[in-house]
């Protein structure tokens, strides 16, 4: 079956960098688009940024210029390069994938910046 396990969340000051990663199984990963989402607490999800198979990239406006995605299909990792975090950056982050037309999730992990 298809899995998502992030990791590499947890608290830093403003300013201050995180890089998540996401391992996946159960799917050819070089075939797959991937993609991370963020929710924050009262908020719905919301997208924060994708990367094709051929490792095309696009961003949700309030990352461009600081968060970079990238994969690595030897890994099948994909990860999230995370620069200048603000406050309201807080979230839990996920990865996703589709199989099918059947959209999979991690199980997400916790990113906190603190002011």
């Known amino acids: 079956q298809v899995q998502l396990v992030e990791s590499g969340g947890g608290l830093v000051q403003a300013g201050g960098s995180l890089r998540l990663s996401c391992a996946a199984s159960g799917i050819i990963f070089s075939r797959n688009a991937m993609g991370w989402y963020r929710q924050a607490p009262g908020k719905q999800r919301e997208l924060v940024a994708t990367?094709?198979?051929?490792?095309?990239?696009h961003y949700a406006d309030f990352v461009k210029g600081r968060f970079t995605i990238s994969r690595d299909n030897a890994k099948n990792t994909v990860y999230l390069q995370m620069n200048s975090l603000k406050p309201e950056d807080t979230a839990v982050y996920y990865c996703?994938?589709?199989?099918?037309?059947?959209?999979?999730w991690g199980q997400g992990t916790q990113v906190t910046v603190s002011s």
């Open positions: 996703n994938t589709q199989r099918y037309s059947i959209a999979y």
């Open positions: 990367i094709t198979s051929g490792g095309s990239t």
